[in-house]
């Protein structure tokens, strides 16, 4: 029988480029200086079909390793926002009111708050069923502000 840390390594084998938190501890020693992306997922178990996925849309973000810090919901918005690394928000299925923040996030709208621009949108899995919801997302959030 595997161990459970042989599970967690062949879970997350197709998502080497970003890292993943899966504590509020973990988050904040994730959270460098070199960090301006939290993307925040309903939960950090993926799979390979979305977990590809996510790698595709962080990628053509032009996004690295060191910029991104993925986390869920059990981390909340109050513990890392002193981080001024901290410039970009991207809730995927997630509401604001899920991670701390008492706002309501249009999908697909950068929104300015807390000195942060924050895009939310539909879950992945939800993104793969619609494709137009992955164009909207791209076109109209990701696009404008990571894609010089």
Same mark, same amino acid.
């Given at each position: 029988m595997a161990s459970p840390t042989d599970f967690y390594a062949q879970l997350f084998n197709t998502?080497?480029? @970003?890292?993943?938190?899966?504590? #509020?501890?973990?988050?904040?020693?994730k959270i460098s200086a070199s960090t301006s992306v939290i993307v925040v997922l309903p939960s950090l178990i993926l799979s390979n079909e979305n977990g590809s996925q996510l790698n595709k849309i962080l990628a053509a973000c032009n996004l690295?390793?060191?910029?991104?810090?993925?986390?869920?919901?059990?981390? #909340?918005?109050?513990?890392?926002?002193?981080?001024?690394?901290?410039?970009?928000?991207?809730? @995927?299925?997630?509401?604001?009111?899920?991670?701390?923040v008492n706002v309501n996030f249009p999908y697909h709208i950068p929104i300015q708050f807390?000195?942060?621009?924050?895009?939310?949108?539909?879950?992945?899995?939800?993104?793969?069923? #619609?494709?137009?919801?992955?164009?909207?997302?791209?076109?109209?959030?990701?696009?404008?502000? @990571?894609?010089?």
């Open positions: 998502n080497t480029l @970003f890292k993943i938190t899966n504590s #509020q501890t973990d988050a904040l020693e690295t390793n060191d910029q991104v810090c993925l986390l869920d919901t059990q981390s #909340q918005w109050q513990h890392i926002r002193d981080h001024s690394s901290i410039k970009y928000v991207i809730l @995927f299925g997630v509401t604001g009111q899920e991670f701390g807390d000195e942060t621009t924050w895009i939310a949108s539909s879950n992945i899995e939800t993104m793969q069923t #619609q494709p137009h919801l992955k164009a909207e997302l791209w076109n109209k959030a990701l696009k404008p502000i @990571f894609v010089k």
